[in-house]
């Protein structure tokens, strides 16, 4: 019975007759989901989003990311589809959780979404199934939370069904690295769960490298995301730093980067955002506590980076007094407000916070970012200015602003442009260092 049970599932994935789920059609879902569905899997996507869900099966794509036709050809030839009903998981073999995992307002992980999912899961669950949880988390998660959820029920995974964690580590906007050429690492509860999971991703995923467990797996994300945190905190360090010794942080990087070993650049800026880098360090933090163990680095490095928007902030301040002016009252125009360049993401973005720091200190702030038509803040909306330059707005946004500051590079951006017509630049990002200035009208922090 239960090599039959392994057998047919097996045969399944050989077959590509295996039925998938998705669950949670965010940016790591959906693209997944896509991925799936392109390799000939019939695949499902569940999200309790309606909005998403209407979307997908009227082939309206969402994520930037994923290619607009490919989606509209997979969803016309029905390997493609989407629903807010779970009762679907019954006549699927396998399910993807791709849900968020934020923090509490403690900075404690809040992982109510995968415990949401599971629920459902089991609710639907049936012998030979394959689970798959995604979504960043502490060491221990699928183990200590979804593996009980799922035995409770009757099961025994390992035997019917499986279970395993697999980190996503897809890098939206990036034009080299996507869902499908992104190495996959795979941890299963058992030998078979990983097995099985891994044959499951190798129908999708150019490369799969498996762990030895879940605990391993889930371990391997926020090793990655801790070493960006500590990087970019290092560096953003270094800048402040620089600033105070009056060497450029920029021209620094740049020499340093040259040595062809031991060294790898990582820029500063206003700060960290996104749903990975800032979140994902405290969630491994919180389990090192739990555990009595210290996690220096990971405080440290989060310190440094939250402080990068209030740096911003004085900067500013600081440039305009140069000009005999005050933060008060003047009008500073925000260029980019996504966490990063060419996405049109804003989740955590430190943009919100410089705009918010401005507007406390008396500022009049607008903003221009051609990924964003929108901004939000408590009780407060603005409108991004176009930065067509036909139009004429942009120009006299930069023309008018006493300080025009730039938290976001994306390419599009047109630089020169900008240069030609803001009275003073903040430039965060080094964007502008590419082109010539000859009115020496940049900062750089
Ligand atoms: N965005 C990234 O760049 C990225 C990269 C790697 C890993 N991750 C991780 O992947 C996970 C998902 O992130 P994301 O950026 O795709 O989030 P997202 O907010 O873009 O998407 C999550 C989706 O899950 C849905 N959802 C929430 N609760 C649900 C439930 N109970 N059942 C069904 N659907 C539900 C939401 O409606 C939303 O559509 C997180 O753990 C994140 O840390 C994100």
């Keep these: 019975m239960d090599a039959q049970v392994t057998v047919t599932i097996e045969e399944k994935i050989a077959t590509r007759q295996v039925r998938a789920g998705v669950i949670g059609l965010g940016y790591v879902g959906l693209p997944l989901a896509v991925e799936f569905a392109r390799a000939g899997v019939e695949t499902v996507g569940i999200d309790i989003d309606s909005r998403k869900v209407d979307a997908i099966n009227r082939k309206e794509c969402y994520i930037q990311d994923v290619d607009g036709k490919l989606f509209s050809d997979l969803v016309s030839q029905k390997k493609l589809r989407a629903t807010t009903d779970f009762s679907i998981i019954r006549n699927l073999d396998t399910v993807n959780i791709c849900v968020p995992t934020p923090l509490r307002k403690s900075k404690d992980p809040d992982i109510s979404y995968i415990v949401n999912a599971t629920q459902e899961i089991v609710k639907y669950l049936h012998e030979g199934m394959l689970v798959i949880l995604e979504s960043t ?33 897809v890098d939206p906007g990036n034009p080299v690295y996507n869902t499908k050429n992104i190495p996959k690492v795979v941890g299963g509860v058992t030998e078979e769960c990983t097995r099985l999971a891994v044959e499951f991703y190798k129908l999708a995923i150019e490369k799969v490298h498996s762990v030895s467990s879940c605990s ?174 036909k139009n004429g707005a942009f120009q006299s946004a930069l023309e008018e602003s006493d300080l025009s500051i730039i938290l976001t590079n994306h390419k599009c951006f047109d630089y020169e442009f900008i240069l030609k017509h803001a009275a003073l630049i903040l430039d965060t990002r080094n964007a502008t260092r590419p082109f010539s200035d000859s009115r020496k009208i940049v900062v750089r922090i």
């Design 137 to 169: 988390t502490y060491p221990g998660t699928t183990e200590e939370v979804i593996l009980p959820m799922i035995e409770e029920k009757g099961f025994k995974v390992g035997k019917d069904v499986f279970l395993a964690f697999s980190p996503e580590r």
């Design 216 to 389: 391993a797996a889930e371990m391997v994300k926020l090793l990655e995301n801790t070493f960006r945190s500590v990087n970019i905190g290092l560096v953003n360090e270094l800048c402040k730093m620089s600033a105070k010794l009056g060497v450029d942080i920029w021209e620094i990087i740049d020499a340093a980067a040259t040595k062809p070993f031991g060294f790898m650049p990582f820029y500063p800026g206003p700060g960290l955002g996104g749903h990975c880098i800032p979140i994902d360090p405290h969630y491994l933090a919180w389990k090192a506590r739990i555990h009595g163990f210290s996690p220096r680095f990971i405080e440290l490095a989060s310190e440094v980076n939250a402080s990068m928007p209030e740096f911003v902030v004085e900067k500013s301040r600081a440039i305009l007094n140069e000009k005999k002016k005050a933060l008060n009252g003047a009008k500073i125009l925000v260029l980019g407000v996504t966490y990063k360049a060419n996405i049109d993401d804003i989740r955590e973005s430190p943009a919100l916070e410089v705009i918010e720091l401005l507007e406390k200190g008396g500022a009049e702030v607008s903003f221009a970012d051609p990924y964003v038509p929108e901004v939000r803040l408590h009780d407060k909306a603005w409108r991004s200015i176009s930065t067509q330059a």
